[in-house]
């Protein structure tokens, strides 16, 4: 009877250790799962994050060049004092609506 208890025993320990490796092994397969979105996600954000580098250094360009044609057009025009304050508020109001968008 003895062998019988201490073979039942270690049926059990067996059996408990099957359970915790199972247990073990299927965490194990779920956290790589959620690595693997993880990546997948990380990969996405790092490739919007690119197409936004270029929207951005697309509009800053386009801001350089609103910002030279505005000094070109005040500097070589024969237009009148009114008038040039009327379109340098007109390019002001462009510009800040441009420099929103970029910052937004």
Do not use: A, C, W
Not at 41 to 61: F, M, P, Q, Y
Not at 78 to 103: M, P
């Amino acid at each position: 009877m003895p062998n019988s208890s201490k073979y039942d025993l270690f049926m059990n320990e067996l059996n408990s250790l099957e359970k915790m490796v199972h247990i073990v092994t299927q965490n194990n397969k779920d956290l790589t799962e959620i690595k693997e979105s993880l990546e997948k996600k990380v990969t996405k954000l790092e490739n919007e994050n690119e197409v936004l580098k270029l929207k951005i250094s697309e509009l800053e360009g386009k801001l350089d060049d609103l910002i030279k044609k505005k000094e070109e057009i005040i500097d070589s025009s024969n237009i009148s004092v009114d008038d040039r304050k009327k379109l340098i508020n007109q390019i002001d109001d462009l510009i800040e609506k441009i420099d929103y968008h970029i910052r937004s």
